[in-house]
């Protein structure tokens, strides 16, 4: 099968030339010489989706002629319209195009082969095209018996829960945890042989009620929230291989500490008690402070910093997870590349976390354009190159933010349309997957 690496344009001709004597009738006048009908259509095999064509007519002196498609060999009959055709095929192969026009003097056809790929044929797993660092995705407990099963185990061998590994849905009312979510996503991951990141022990926004309304005295505050920690990760000891402990501390356009409940309960030094909890826990699970905006907001990332390496002077933390909510425009690899000189100088790890990438950050999209397409083809391209440079001892993991555009948490979080993923609604790779190959092919 021939491997498509860019739209190709077919354009073949068929012209009739229906050839009148001009002769003048019995009162002198001229007969009309007809204009001469002449066939052609162009087909362009989509980048964005290898199995779907547009059918574009050509064609001329075919006004006021019925005109249809037939886009497989004796295949089902498509009335021609104004613009452009679209067709999508099932699979791979060799398909005939056929154009017909009802013309005075019989029906005129015209046909050319076309061939088109599927893009899951054509892609390599993306955890093959690389041993130095897992590729991971995140998940819920409901799509681990869906067809999302099916690329997960393909493509991907680190899992991280998108939300169901955090405090208010583990630990929802005092003394009364609940794991049945956590539980399925670890051992899913088991299972298949897979990496599981955790995320997250400690996050202000997924704080249950009860935590923020807790009534006994700080001290014993802290012996509470020491008891979740110990018991979250110990009961995951020696399966989950990595924690983020506490996420997104830093409050925005300050640099300070978030005032959160455990800050006011707990004080300034409450990052790294919980640090010392889940280390005491599992001393052999890796240990992350995760943030985002971190690659380009300078005075966050020397806050970010600061905690990390008051963290590193106890022993407290293994890497850094720098989230990848980014788009096409933005951040610069400069940019990105800011992160990474400050982990590894470090000697820490570095996890590109909670990777998609936006194409319609001005709103300016109903669809997805093929322009946009390749656009965020090239910038997972980069982030995935600018990754895989890092020293392979700095190496984790790399975390794609969800598998299909239409189940984005940014769609919600924008109030906008948006396909930041690797995958579409039908569970297609698109072009960006083939961006993040194309960074590891060397």
Known sequence: MKNIKSAKIIHLTLVLIITFFSCANDEGSITKIPEP????????????????????????????????????????????????????????????????????????????????????????????????????????????????????????????????????????????????AA?????????????????????????????????????????????????????????????????????????????????????????????????????NALLFYNDYNITFDVGKQEATFAIVDDLRSKNLIDGIGAQMHIDIFFPSATQIQSIIDGTVSRGLKMHFAELDVRVNPNNDLTFLTEARAIAQQNKVREVVELYNAIPDANKFALTVWGMRDSETWLIDFWGQPDWPLLYDDIFKPKLAHKGFLEALDN
Request: aromatic share 10%; proline share 3%; hydrophobic share 35%.
């Open 183 to 283: 539980d399925a996503i670890v051992n899913y991951g088991v299972d298949n042989n897979m990496n599981i990141h955790g995320h997250t022990l400690i996050w202000h926004t997924a704080t249950p009620e009860w935590v923020n309304n807790f009534s006994g005295t700080d001290e014993e505050f802290e012996d509470m929230i020491e008891d979740y920690i110990t018991t979250v990760v110990t009961r995951y000891a020696g399966v989950v291989r990595s924690w983020d402990v506490v996420n997104e501390a830093i409050e925005d356009n300050t640099n300070n500490l978030r005032n959160s409940v455990f800050r006011q309960r707990m004080g300034d030094d409450y990052i790294s008690k919980c640090y010392q909890f889940a280390r005491n826990a599992d001393p």
């Open 37 to 180: 009908i002449v066939l052609s259509f162009e087909l362009v095999v989509s980048q964005q989706n290898t199995l779907r064509i547009t059918a574009n007519n050509t064609s001329t002196g075919i006004n006021g002629l019925n005109s249809y498609w037939q886009f497989t060999e004796n295949g089902p009959k498509v009335t021609d319209e104004a613009g452009p055709e679209m067709h999508l095929y099932d699979a791979s192969g060799d398909y005939l195009v056929t154009l017909t026009v009802e013309a005075p003097e019989g029906d005129i056809q015209l046909s050319k082969t076309v061939t088109v790929t599927d893009s899951n044929e054509m892609q390599p797993p993306l955890k093959d095209a690389t041993n130095s660092f897992s590729v991971g995705m995140a998940v819920k407990s409901s799509q681990l018996n869906t067809q999302h099963s099916d690329i997960l185990i393909r493509e991907f061998n680190n899992l991280t829960a998108e939300f169901e590994m955090k405090m208010n849905i583990m630990y929802p009312s005092q003394g009364n945890y609940d794991f049945t």
